[in-house]
């Protein structure tokens, strides 16, 4: 395994507010680190210090091994960013845009020229390549801020929010440019407050809240670790809910009812072979009986403050 | 804790040294003057401001100033000069600012580049600019009147010194779009600045007819020396010492402003 961002104990403080407070993070080369949370929870602070824009008080982050702190020349032969709000330059059209950025790496004006142009290609711009940024969508915006992220073939690339205001169309379209770059072999720091984009291209997640890790894991087992499946029983006699509500309590120890379904959620599988046996034994019949999985949301939920308070 | 060890050698290192300095410095001006082409208004916007100063001050001043609209534009033009100079070099305020707010600053200090690039392309941009609006005022202030009394080589050591002098209040100007907060602020804190600064000289009015204690404010303005260089160099009159006193006020701007703007443009954001 070849390690591409290592972080550890990453801590910083802005005036009395604590941004980071300790964070740990550790992404394999060619993998996509999902890094979800709340407005505020440190996330861009994370991005900002493995960037090197920003010092952190404590702690160290390596990119390809080198210190982040202490080689920044290296590090940034190496990354490439994408802010939160798209870096381009209005007044340019889109292939100027990205020839600024060739020239000033140091590539000749026809190699500058040639990456432009393929990237615009890649990015599906290449009919709005002569058009000034200011006349672009939102979403073709961000797709040109990300293939300037890219002008100098970054091996590690960090997103910031790199869908936030976008429809859903703009932002499938995102979506797919990303996994095109994961194919291609690039490593992606990806923040987000939407679970479904960490769901839909991170290997694995970070959720921080506050400034710190809450819980970390792929999709599946934060789904699996923090969630626990809903059991719901509807019996096909509305007069019987009572009962049912009675019988689940015992079994699993909780419930809610809302006088027509009765919902609980389970820790393990046996608990609802138990419920199925008590029902039957106790003759209820059942119109529906089912176990839902977690969705990330609820998982988010539980898992930050900030969204608990939601 | 994990063994952290260096698992591939990074590219050379190719990207610094003051020969890249200087290239990316151009590609940064280039990105500047580029954008002409797609907004020619520009030029216009840059060039308006000196065209209206020059009517203002010939039709409307001139009388009450000197008698006279030739009499006043020999003195008023050099100061007219000037105060275009100050004011392009706003313009570098206001563009640094955008550039930092919309984040484009972030990514050029994410990049492997010469950390003073993207502020030496801007001001090199600017001067382009202000030769422009220099150009313009000149030609607009001798079609009503204006008289190059020494001689037209005379202009080449005044757009040198106009050179030494933006590059120095540039870095005023970086500093403080870097502080503000949005473009409005830049707009509002460089009019708050440039307005005393040009109209406490002797850009517009001789010192002979100020107050005693506001002669001695006068006469330490830059703005002042600048003038009366562009005076000597143009009209006729002492050279040698208004250029050496715009020569050490430069200095001074830019060994006071300089190291400021560059700690501002590091500092974490």
């Known amino acids: ?310 | 804790m994990t063994a952290i060890t260096t698992t591939e050698e990074a590219p050379q290192v190719r990207r610094r040294g003051p020969g890249s300095a200087v290239r990316q410095s151009a590609t940064v001006a280039w990105r500047q003057l580029v954008q002409i082409k797609h907004s020619p208004e520009t030029l216009v916007e840059v060039g308006i401001q000196p065209v209206i100063f020059v009517f203002l001050f010939a039709f409307v001043l001139a009388g009450q100033m000197a008698g006279s609209r030739e009499a006043y534009l020999q003195f008023v033009v050099p100061g007219l000069i000037v105060q275009s100079t100050v004011l392009v070099t706003a313009r570098t305020a206001i563009g640094m600012n955008t550039d930092v707010t919309k984040g484009l600053f972030d990514r050029f200090r994410s990049l492997p580049i010469s950390r003073t690039a993207p502020l030496i392309g801007r001001i090199l941009a600017d001067y382009v600019m202000l030769v422009w609006s220099v150009v313009l005022l000149l030609a607009f202030g001798m079609l009503l009147g204006f008289r190059i009394e020494t001689n037209w080589g005379q202009l080449i050591p005044m757009f040198l010194l106009l050179l030494a002098f933006s590059f120095a209040l540039s870095w005023a100007s970086v500093l403080a779009g870097l502080l503000s907060k949005d473009p409005e602020s830049v707009q509002a804190l460089a009019f708050g600045l440039m307005l005393p600064l040009t109209f406490i000289s002797d850009a517009f009015v001789r010192v002979e007819t100020m107050p005693g204690w506001l002669q001695a404010v006068v006469k330490l303005n830059p703005v002042t020396m600048l003038a009366d260089s562009i005076r000597g160099l143009l009209v006729g009159g002492p050279v040698g010492q208004p250029v050496t006193k715009t020569l050490i006020a430069a200095a001074v701007l830019l060994v006071v402003f300089a190291p400021l703007a560059l700690r501002a443009y590091h500092r974490e954001r």
């Open chain 1, 1 to 310: 395994m070849t390690s591409a961002i290592q972080a550890r104990g990453l801590a910083k403080r802005f005036g009395e507010t604590a941004a980071l407070t300790s964070v740990d993070l550790d992404v394999e080369a060619g993998t996509v680190l999902g890094l979800l949370g709340p407005n505020g929870a440190g996330k861009t602070t994370v991005v900002r210090i493995l960037a090197t824009l920003l010092r952190p008080d404590a702690g160290q982050a390596f990119i390809h091994g080198h210190d982040v702190t202490k080689s920044p020349d290296r590090v940034r032969e190496i990354i490439g960013l994408t802010g939160q709000f798209a870096a381009v330059d209005d007044s340019l059209t889109g292939v100027e845009n990205l020839l600024f950025l060739g020239r000033l790496l140091g590539k000749s004006r026809a190699d500058a020229r040639g990456t432009a142009l393929s990237l615009l290609e890649r990015f599906g711009l290449s009919d709005a390549a002569d058009r000034t940024a200011k006349t672009y969508s939102g979403g073709m915006r961000r797709r040109l801020d990300l293939a300037a992220c890219l002008v100098g073939e970054p091996r590690v690339i960090f997103l910031d929010e790199p869908t936030t205001g976008l429809d859903p169309n703009a932002r499938d379209q995102l979506w797919d440019i990303i996994r095109g770059e994961v194919r291609r072999g690039v490593t992606v720091l990806l923040t987000t407050q939407y679970l479904e984009e960490a769901d839909q291209l991170a290997d694995d997640i970070v959720v921080v809240d506050q400034g710190s890790v809450v819980a970390r894991g792929t999709p599946e087992t934060l789904k699996r670790e923090v969630g626990r499946p809903t059991l719901q029983v509807r019996p096909a006699d509305g007069a019987q809910v009572d009962r049912v509500a009675a019988l689940v309590s015992e079994v699993i120890g909780e419930h809610t009812s809302d006088g027509r379904v009765v919902k609980a959620r389970v820790r393990d599988t046996a608990a609802m072979s138990a419920i199925v046996r008590r029902l039957d034994d106790a003759g209820i019949e059942v119109a529906e009986l089912s176990v839902r999985e977690p969705s990330l949301d609820e998982v988010f939920k539980q898992l930050t403050v900030t969204g608990a308070a939601v």
